[in-house]
C-alpha cells in the first residue's frame, strides 16, 4: 500500500537502474493524529460547564396561611458576610446574647462540618447509599430516586442563606455546594434582615450592642 | 546438498491503514467540537461539586463581570434575528441588512438598544472595545435586560437561562440580575460552574 514501486516490472537487466521501492513510513503521522485526537476529544468533553440548578422563590405576596413555618429544631440560619467569613444560627435569633451567633469559615472544618453535625440522620442514610452505590448494587436511576427522597425528608434541616452585601458570588456558590455536600434538600436565599445586620455587628463589637441596649 | 532457505521477513508494519483510521477519527472530532463564543470579559467560574452538563440547545447565558457589566448570548441564530425584529418594532429603530449581518456575527449583546445601529456599523475589534466599556443597563428605571430576557422567551418558549460570573463578583451585583429575573418569572435557572470533586463526608 505504502510503497511505490518504480520498477517498469520487467526482469532486471544489466545497464538498466536498479528496481527502487520506495515505502513511506507512517508511524510519525498517525502519532501525530492520535496526538490531536486526545486533544480535540479533551476540548470537546472538558471544554463543557457544569451548571447548578437554582429555582428561587417568587416575588409574588405570599397568603399568610400559605407561608409554612419551619420548626425552630430544624432551621439553620446562615449569614454570608464580607472577607470570606460566615456566620450562623439556629432557630430563632437572640438579640441578647452575642454568643448566639457564631463565626466559622468555608472550609471542610467550618461550615460543612456544623452542618453535617446537625443534618446526621440524612448524611448517614446518604453515606450507605453511595455504599450501595459504589458496590454496584444499585442502578443510577434508583440512586438518584433515592437520594431524592432522602433530601426531601421531613428528618432534614432547613438551611436559610442570607447573603450580605459584602459576600461574593463564590461565597454563594460555595454555600449552594454545601447543600450538595451535605444532603440539604430544603434550603432557601433570602435577603438581609436588619435584625441579621444588628446580629453581625454585636458579634463583631464584642456584644456592646446588647450591653447598651441592657442599659437602657 | 543445497541449503534450506529462511525466507526473510520484513517487520516493516503497514501504517497506511491506522493512519486512514486516525484521520478520520480526527476528522470527526474536529467537526463535532463546539467552539466557545468569545467573551467581553475574562471569568473564573467558581468550582462546585454539581455535574450536572449544561443544556446543549435553546440556552440563553448570562455573564455577569466583577465591575457589574452584563452581557447576553442567545444560542440560536434564527432566535437572534427575531428577538432584533422585535427590538425594531419596539425601540422604532430601522436595521439594515448589514447590520443584521454584524448582529448575527457577534456572539454577545452588551450595548444599550439606542447605541445599537452605530455599534453594529463597526468593525468587529472596535466592537469588541466598545462591549468592554459598556453593557446591558439593568439598573431599575431602565432595564433593558428584562426586555431582552422577555423577547427571548417570546421567540422561544423552551428557552432556559444560565448566569455565569466571576468568583470575585460582588454580590448585590449578581443580586439585581437573580431580582430581575424572579420580576418576570424566570425563577429557574442555572448557575455555571467548574467541576470539583466530591469530598468524602
Known sequence: ??????????????????????????????????LLITFFMFCTTLSKPQAMDLILPTKDEVKKEDKNKVEDTKAITVILGEKNKVYYYFGKPNYTDPNSLALTNYGPQGLRKMLIERNAVLVNRMRKLRDLKAKKQISEDDFKKQSKEIKNDDAGQVVIIKPTDGATYSN????????????????????????????????????????????? | MSKVKTKKHSTFIDMTAMSDVTVLLLTFFMLTATFLPKEPVQVTTPSSV???????????????????????????????????????????????????????????????????????DMSVSEQDEVLKANGVPSDSTNNQLKKWIQYGQAVNENLKIAVKSDQTTPYPLIKSVFSTLQDIKANRFNLITTLKGMPAV
Open chain 2, 50 to 120: 454539581v455535574d450536572i452538563k449544561i443544556p446543549e440547545s435553546n440556552l440563553l447565558t448570562i455573564l455577569v463581570s466583577p465591575k457589574g457589566h452584563v452581557y447576553l448570548n442567545f444560542d440560536r441564530p434564527a432566535d437572534k434575528l427575531a428577538i432584533l425584529d422585535k427590538v425594531s418594532q419596539e425601540f422604532k429603530i430601522q436595521f439594515t441588512d448589514k447590520q443584521k449581518k454584524s448582529f448575527l456575527s457577534q456572539p454577545t449583546i452588551g450595548v444599550p438598544i439606542s447605541a445599537l445601529p452605530k455599534f453594529l
Open chain 1, 1 to 34: 500500500m505504502a510503497e511505490v514501486n518504480t520498477g517498469d516490472g520487467g526482469e532486471a537487466k544489466k545497464g538498466k537502474p536498479k528496481k527502487h521501492t520506495l515505502r513511506v513510513d507512517f508511524t510519525p503521522m498517525v502519532d501525530m493524529n492520535m
Open chain 1, 172 to 216: 454563594l456558590v460555595d454555600v449552594l455546594d454545601e447543600m450538595q455536600i451535605c444532603s440539604i434538600g430544603k434550603y432557601a436565599i433570602v435577603d438581609l434582615t436588619e435584625g441579621d445586620k444588628y446580629l453581625v455587628q454585636n458579634l463583631e463589637t464584642g456584644g456592646s450592642l446588647s450591653k447598651q441596649a441592657a442599659s437602657k
